[in-house]
């Protein structure tokens, strides 16, 4: 089942059973990847890499929205905001752990033969590549550089 797939019936389901909060998280999601579909010239179907990279996008902005609030002090708001990235991330694989992520940069920085931080780019295309949205681009670039010695 695609993860579009999973999500409309999780909607579904969350309307029979009048979950307001978890149907109105659902619907904005939907939202957000219906956009994406018709964003450009031409309107096409997101594959489940696509869909994810949109869930992943979205749970990025409601954690930058949840800390904005929290500094303003708006911690009613900031709570709102963490419950439904929480409930986004349930649709994302399972992060990579820390562990995971050094020997995969390390399996990449030696795949593609780098050797100093101008390698950077392309050793950070190819473990982005690998890593899909089961890391976080902040860290997998600062694992990276501190690897090449930058």
């Known amino acids: 089942m695609s993860t579009l797939a999973r999500l409309t019936a999780d909607l579904t389901t969350a309307m029979k059973a009048r979950d307001t909060d978890r149907t109105s998280i659902l619907r904005q999601v939907i939202g957000a990847v219906r956009a ?3 964003a450009g010239s031409v309107a096409r ?3 489940d890499d696509e869909v994810l990279k949109v869930l992943a996008r979205e749970v990025k902005k409601r954690r930058e929205s949840a800390q904005i609030y929290t500094d303003a002090g708006a911690t009613d708001r900031a709570s709102v905001e963490t419950r439904e990235a929480d409930a986004i991330e349930t649709y994302l694989p399972t992060p990579l752990s820390d562990d995971e992520l050094a020997a995969l940069v390390q399996d990449v920085i030696a795949s593609v033969g780098a050797t100093s931080i101008r390698d950077m780019g392309g050793v950070m295309k190819e473990a982005t590549a690998r890593a899909g949205t089961s890391a976080d681009g902040k860290k997998l670039s600062a ?3 501190s690897s090449l010695g930058g």
């Open 36 to 38: 994406e579909e018709k």
């Open 143 to 145: 694992l990276v550089r």
């Open 45 to 47: 179907e997101l594959s």
